[in-house]
């Protein structure tokens, strides 16, 4: 992929010497912002995306709680205390089937 626009329009993702920059860019979309983190990834950077303001805080708690609960049906411990999922309860060996 290309950079559409700016100083290094025109050249591809892998000749632009940083693009933490645009990976930090808010209004960035798809697909050129999957291939700016993709071509991050690659190169062994870390991907830090800017945090976006949660919209509706309540529906966020809401959600996470839900999934804790989920979580903690699905998980099993052992008799000596280490975590087994519940999959692997069901197999003899641990493996799946």
Request: hydrophobic share 40%.
């Amino acid at each position: 992929m290309v950079i559409p626009f700016g100083k290094h329009q025109g050249l591809p993702l892998s000749a632009v010497p940083s693009l933490q920059w645009l990976a930090n860019l808010g209004d960035l979309r798809a697909p050129l912002k999957g291939a700016v983190v993709a071509e991050l990834r690659e190169r062994g950077g870390a991907t830090q995306l800017p945090l976006l303001r949660c919209p509706d805080p309540a529906l966020a708690q809401e959600l996470v709680a839900a999934g804790r609960r989920s979580l903690a049906s699905s998980i099993r411990t052992s008799a000596d205390g280490t975590r087994i999922s519940s999959a692997s309860a069901r197999c003899p060996s641990g493996s799946r089937t």
